[in-house]
C-alpha cells in the first residue's frame, strides 16, 4: 500500500508580517543548534545558529531564541517575504557525530 | 564560491542495479556527511568522514550501502543491489573541524534517486 509521509505542521503568515516558527528539542545536553531553510528541490540552506551558552542571536531578518528550561527553539522572521516560502529545519547537535534534524515546518507567504 | 556539488541531480534504475552518487564538498572543509531524506523518515544522517576516514556510519541501512571518500575533495554513496525502498533524496553536505567544531553543515542540492 501506499506510505504515510510526515505530516508537517503548516504556518500561513501574510506579507509583510512577522512568522515566528517553533522547534522543541529532545536532548537536553544539547549544545549547539542551526536553523535550516529548505526550498522545493534544493538542499537545506544554513539560516542562523547560536550555542548553549546564548539566548538570543540575531541575523539579518531573522532571530534565533533558546529556552534550555524548556528545551525550545524558535526563529523570528520580520516582514515576511514570499521568498521565505519553504519548509523550515531546526537541527539540534548534542554530542556525538549526529545533527538531529527536526521533521520541519511550512510556511506559506500569502500576498 | 562553489557550494557541495552533487551528481547525478536524478537518478532512475531498475531493482538490482549498482548505484553510484558522488559528492565534491566545499574546498577547505574537512568533514563531509551523506544524508538520505524521504517523507516518512525525514532527514537521516547515514555516514560521517572526518579528514576522509569514516567515522561513524552507524545509520548506513544494511551492507548494501557502502561509502568512500578518497581524497578531500570526493566522495561516493553506492548501493548495491538498489531496491525500490532506497528511493529517496540522498544530500551531501560539508562543513570546517570536527564533530566538536560546532560549525554549520553545508548541503548540496541532493540525487533524486527512483528504485522501480
Known amino acids: 500500500g501506499e506510505s504515510v509521509g510526515l505530516h508537517l505542521p503548516t504556518l500561513s503568515v501574510q506579507e509583510g508580517d512577522n512568522s515566528i516558527i517553533n522547534c522543541a528539542y529532545s536532548?537536553?545536553?544539547?549544545?549547539?543548534f542551526i536553523w535550516y531553510k529548505q526550498e522545493s528541490g534544493k538542499g537545506p540552506q544554513f539560516i542562523i545558529d547560536?550555542?548553549?551558552?546564548?539566548d538570543k542571536r540575531q541575523g539579518q531578518r531573522v532571530t534565533v531564541l533558546l529556552n534550555k528550561t524548556v528545551k525550545h527553539l524558535s526563529l523570528q522572521i520580520a516582514a515576511t517575504q514570499p521568498g521565505d516560502s519553504a519548509v523550515y529545519f531546526c537541527?539540534?547537535?548534542?554530542?556525538?557525530?549526529?545533527?538531529?534534524f527536526g521533521t520541519g515546518t511550512q510556511l506559506k507567504v500569502e500576498l | 564560491d562553489a557550494g557541495v556539488i552533487q551528481s547525478p541531480r536524478h537518478e532512475v534504475t531498475e531493482m538490482g542495479q549498482e548505484v553510484t552518487l558522488r559528492c565534491k564538498p566545499i574546498?577547505?572543509?574537512?568533514?563531509l556527511f551523506w544524508y538520505r531524506q524521504t517523507m516518512m523518515r525525514g532527514l537521516e544522517l547515514l555516514i560521517y568522514?572526518?579528514?576522509?576516514?569514516?567515522?561513524?556510519d552507524s545509520g548506513m541501512p544494511e551492507d548494501r550501502f557502502s561509502a568512500k571518500m578518497p581524497n578531500a575533495s570526493f566522495s561516493t554513496l553506492k548501493i548495491q543491489p538498489s531496491e525500490p525502498r532506497d528511493s529517496a533524496v540522498y544530500f551531501c553536505?560539508?562543513?570546517?573541524?570536527?564533530?566538536?567544531?560546532?560549525?554549520?553543515?553545508?548541503f548540496g542540492n541532493g540525487t533524486r534517486l527512483t528504485v522501480t
Open positions: 553536505a560539508s562543513s570546517r573541524g570536527g564533530v566538536r567544531a560546532m560549525a554549520p553543515l553545508h
Open positions: 574546498s577547505g572543509h574537512n568533514s
Open positions: 568522514f572526518n579528514n576522509n576516514v569514516p567515522i561513524d
Open positions: 547560536i550555542r548553549s551558552n546564548m
Open positions: 537541527a539540534e547537535w548534542g554530542g556525538g557525530n549526529k545533527l538531529t
Open positions: 536532548n537536553s545536553a544539547s549544545d549547539y
